[in-house]
């Protein structure tokens, strides 16, 4: 688990092809490997690897094709800037929210736009994600926790902070960018439990205006 605050800003040293998936190799920048082990995770960019190598000013890590499928990974190439966090601990400061580091869907950039000394992004998410973003909601964005400040269908608005902008790779964002989207892992719990005992039938798992109208949920 992770909270979405970025600890360091990394950089891809380089990406190694390894019978059909990546090794990945990274320079951690500023973070402390100092507790680091083998076997522990750390978010690249929102998704959770496990360290099975540590060269000294960076890890390794194997990244599998389902992950490369599923996330905006294959963008990366040598020298590409990555979000970089370790995964908490017991004493951890919870700054953000709860993040698992597990992929929902790749979103895109849609536009960039200054607003004083912030800027103001908006991101279209996947169609199928769009009913687990709400106003005032987090989502995580390449492993960064936010708050979403507006929403227009599959389009969500974000404004970032000159700090989260110096310590996140989101300053280098421009339209066409594709990036990693978790939704809050609430609003996932939320939709399963309203299944109640049709959770455990065969189905797409999908709540529907007419499921939840026959359960009460919608007035007529």
Not at 108 to 113: A, K, L
Not at 182 to 196: F, P, S, T
Request: net charge negative; glycine share 10%.
């Amino acid at each position: 688990m992770f909270t979405g605050i970025i600890e360091s800003i990394g950089s891809i040293r380089a990406m190694t092809p390894k019978g059909g998936d990546i090794r990945l190799l990274v320079e951690t920048g500023k973070l402390d490997l100092g507790d680091v082990k083998l076997g522990d995770s750390i978010a690249v960019s929102g998704v959770c690897l496990t360290v099975i190598e540590l060269p000294g000013n960076g890890f390794a890590a194997d990244v599998s094709r389902e992950t490369l499928d599923c996330t905006a990974m294959n963008d990366l190439k040598a020298g590409s800037p990555v979000n970089l966090e370790k995964a908490l601990t017991p004493t951890t400061r919870l700054g953000g929210h709860l993040v698992s580091g597990h992929v929902d869907g790749v979103g895109e950039v849609v536009s960039r736009s200054e607003n004083a000394r912030a800027v103001e992004f908006r991101i279209r998410a996947p169609k199928e994600l769009a009913k687990y973003i709400a106003h005032k909601g987090s989502i995580t964005v390449d492993g960064t926790s936010l708050t979403v400040n507006a929403v227009n269908g599959a389009d969500f608005e974000l404004t970032i902070i000159p700090h989260t902008l110096s310590e996140t790779i989101m300053a280098s964002y421009q339209p066409g960018r594709r990036v990693n989207l978790e939704v809050d892992l609430l609003a996932r719990y939320l939709e399963r439990l309203l299944l109640g005992d049709k959770a455990a039938e065969p189905a797409s798992g999908n709540i529907t205006e007419s499921f939840l109208a026959a359960n009460g949920y919608l007035k007529s």
